[in-house]
């Protein structure tokens, strides 16, 4: 149990374009979700996050209007990186909380490696 | 604020070898929760474990074993008669409550280890 899914697992775009990524929670249901950013040789850093229904919460230095987040459902995030550029280039990974009790749990994605060319 | 310090960038053991990651943790919250967790190179988290801040019983599975010390706000992972499949990074984190009903992960720089066979 506890599976949670992104796709893609890499994507190639060029600048300028944007790129969404899926995070889905298969067999729970996730109140929150969470987007991390993990640069090459460097730990995860936390980037927003998110509740079902509401407007992400985003930390600090993220910008949110590059960064767009939607949770529009218990089983479903995504992440549009709008006018990608090769900056943004990083290992992208969502977690989800399953809550009720478990709210400490967090259960990892398998990531996306995104490359903008 | 939370930190997490993993003071060994990279480590390299021979095969068989006994090793000992180090975390050091910091936090003003009673209550909190510790992981670790390994990243081999596809970039997939994998859960290892996860001590509560009440719970310091050391704990042992397989060739894993974690010492949880709060007087000294560490929590290290040993692994004994290291195999090759070890190599990765492996990431401390602190979890705490962060409102609205979910808790935030803070992780540690990482550790790298290499067997070598």
């Known amino acids: 149990g506890a599976v949670v899914s992104q796709h893609p697992s890499r994507v190639i775009c060029k600048s300028g374009t944007s790129v969404k990524i899926e995070c889905r929670s298969l067999?729970?249901?996730?109140?929150?979700m969470f987007w991390y950013r993990q640069f090459p040789k460097q730990s995860l850093m936390l980037m927003a996050t998110?509740?079902?229904?509401?407007?992400?919460?985003?930390e600090q230095g993220v910008e949110k209007d590059k960064f767009l987040i939607n949770h529009a459902s218990l089983t479903l995030s995504t992440l549009t990186v709008t006018s990608a550029h090769p900056e943004d280039s990083s290992f992208y990974i969502c977690?989800?909380?399953?809550?009720?009790?478990?709210?400490?749990?967090?259960?990892f994605g398998p990531g996306t490696r995104l490359t903008v060319t | 604020a939370q930190k997490v310090t993993q003071a060994q960038t990279e480590i390299s053991v021979v095969e068989k070898e006994d090793v000992t990651l180090d975390c050091v943790y910091e936090?003003?919250?009673?209550?909190?929760?510790l992981f670790w967790y390994k990243q081999p190179p596809s970039g997939e988290l994998v859960f290892l474990i996860r001590?509560?801040?009440?719970?310091?019983q050391n704990e042992i599975s397989g060739r894993y074993s974690w010492n949880f010390q709060k007087s000294t706000s560490s929590f290290n992972f040993t692994i004994t008669a290291s195999q090759v499949v070890d190599s990765a990074v492996y990431f401390c984190?602190?979890?705490?409550?962060?409102?609205?009903?979910?808790?935030?992960?803070?992780f540690g720089k990482g550790t790298k280890l290499s067997v070598i066979p």
């Open positions: 998110s509740n079902e229904g509401s407007k992400a919460t985003y």
């Open positions: 984190a602190l979890s705490v409550y962060s409102g609205a009903g979910s808790y935030q992960l803070t």
């Open positions: 001590r509560n801040s009440f719970d310091e």
């Open positions: 936090t003003r919250d009673t209550t909190y929760y």
């Open positions: 977690s989800a909380n399953p809550g009720h009790g478990f709210s400490y749990e967090q259960y």
């Open positions: 067999d729970f249901q996730a109140t929150t």
